[in-house]
């Protein structure tokens, strides 16, 4: 769980980075501004492509998902199993 969220944290302000960068420089006619706003786009972008797919990979992985997600026990147990099952 950690290692996502410092993939994550490491990730997404690379990629917005990468994209201001590499957009003032193939457009140097772009205020930095306009970078900054497409900058913004292209990390949303991928955003909501990788939640999307998470959400599809969900719904896939379950075959009913009103009873699969309540199997009895607490958050503290759900978030716990998960995290052996990932490991």
């Not at 970078?35 to 990390?43: A, K, L, P, W």
């Not at 999307?52 to 009895?72: A, F, K, Q, Y």
Request: charged residues 10%; contains cysteine.
């Amino acid at each position: 769980m950690l290692l996502t969220l410092a993939s994550g944290s490491l990730l997404f302000p690379g990629l917005f980075a990468l994209s201001t960068w590499a957009l003032r420089r193939s457009r140097p006619e772009w205020t930095f501004s306009d970078c900054v706003m497409i900058g913004t786009r292209v990390v949303s972008s991928v955003q909501a492509v990788l939640a999307t797919g998470s959400g599809i990979l969900i719904i896939r992985s379950c075959s009913n998902v009103i009873s699969d997600r309540s199997s009895g026990g607490t958050l503290g147990t759900s978030l716990s199993a998960a995290s052996s099952q990932q490991n």
